[in-house]
Every structure is written in structure tokens, then in C-alpha cells.
């Protein structure tokens, strides 16, 4: 079980969060408990969220800095959203950037179909790098931020597994 803080609207809460099966997972958040299904996955994942009275639609999209776009029932709602560390303290924003941005790992296992930059060429922020294949889907990888690639660790047709290191960036 993982926990996380949560930030939205300017509130902060703490969510508890298991895996039950492939694709489903239970969050706590506030004493409540919900059961969450993947739907689709992609740059924008999309959810069903029930309780025991309701059910509703979410989608999640990933964007740098530990910021998250949720939308739940069509209404939006921008988060950041932070593992809890030793204590349950989350580690200082400026190193979870850092971090975040020098180094580029694959969110999933994969095959690398296209590596679209060169090392010491220069990116802007949401730059495509390069194209994963998995499942069959196309997941286009940019970047996180504007910087120089300073090293590319993959190569065309590579397969890579999840959390692999892709690109580092300066």
C-alpha cells in the first residue's frame, strides 16, 4: 500500500492506495474507501470510481512537477499530487522537480519505435522525445521541461521494461 498527499483547491489530503487486480485498485481518501477500474490508458487515463451508493467517470492526465489534471464527472480539477517519504513528510518540491526533469523513465514496459531527438539537441517543455509502444498503443514521451538532452539510453526497437532510465536532460 502506497500513500500519497494530495492537493486540491488548496486543500491537502492524504490517500491510501492498494492494487486488488491487474487493472483495479482501492483508494482511501478521508475515511472513505473507493474501488477504481482503468478503463484506457494513454496521455489520459481514464477511470470508473465507485463507492458503495455511486459510481463516476475520472480521468487523470500527467503533467511535470508532480502536477496531475483530474477530471471527475466532466468537471476539472488541477492537483499535485506527492509521495509520502520516512515520517509521511513528502521530500522538498525543488528536489522532486529536479529529479523529475534530469531523468526520463518509461512509465510502462515497452518497445521504443522512434527516438525523435539527438543527444545535445535542445527541447522545450512537452517536446516529443520519443514513441513507446505498448499494449499495442503509441504513447508519445516528451519532455518535462526545456533543457538540453544530455544523454539518450535507448535505441529504436530496444524493448525496455518500466522505470527504465530513456533520456536525461539538462
Known sequence: MRSFRIQVNGGSYTVSLEQVGKER??????????????????NLTSWIVRTDAESTHAKAMNRPNDRVDIWLASMPFPAIVQTLGIGGYAAPAETRAKAACDRIRALM???IT??????GEEVKEGAALLILEAMKMQNEITSPNSGIIKRIFVREGETVKKDSLLISIE
Do not use: C, M
Not at 114 to 119: I, P
Open 25 to 42: 485498485f482501492q483508494a482511501t481518501l478521508n475515511g472513505v474507501t473507493y474501488d477504481a477500474e482503468v478503463t484506457a490508458k494513454g
Open 114 to 119: 522512434s527516438v525523435l531527438v539527438k543527444e
Open 109 to 111: 514496459p515497452g518497445r
